[in-house]
């Protein structure tokens, strides 16, 4: 979801992610079409806390496309938090993100799915989790009490490595997912990891 000084706009970035490499981090998103026909350039900022300060760490703005990537290169071990400057065509400005990720760990003794964390004024969720061994297929979701699905990720081959994702509250319609008690699963090289979520806010 973009937030734009302070309100919620239509345009979507989804399925942000970042992946720590060896010592630097992979960011990865989606734009929707509607985000591809109004946005000009994107810029990628980078912290180390989520709240802030953020600092351009990308060196050219990036041009809209489907799917894009930045990768971010000589990192200290350490915690950083990344998100999206998008400007539009009028030159106005809309954030997405922050989603953050641990860098300097090492490649995962275990495949685990960590606590998720829901940032405070109800920004977009952030769903981590590590991968060790082989390549293995992963899909994420998050399903209410009773076992339905809210909202699921594409199906993709990963590396071993540290991952996180963000989900954006909303669910398969697009509307924002209610408050309440919900569990989000890890599904990895044919096993299941469960976390439970609770959402305060929409």
Known sequence: MLLNRG????VMVEDLEATATDGGVQLRWRLSA??????????????TAADGPYALCSVAQLAPAPDMSFEDTGLKTGSYW???????LNGSRALAGPVGVEVGSGTPRITALHQPFAPAAGGPIQIRYGLAGSRMLVQLGVYDVRGRVVWRSERSVRDPGEYTQTWDRRDRSGAPASRGIYFVRLEAGGVSYSKKLSLLER
């Open 7 to 10: 309100t919620t706009t239509p």
């Open 82 to 88: 990344y998100r999206l400057v998008l400007v539009s």
């Open 34 to 47: 509607e985000a591809r026909r109004d946005l000009r350039d994107i810029t990628v900022e980078r912290a």
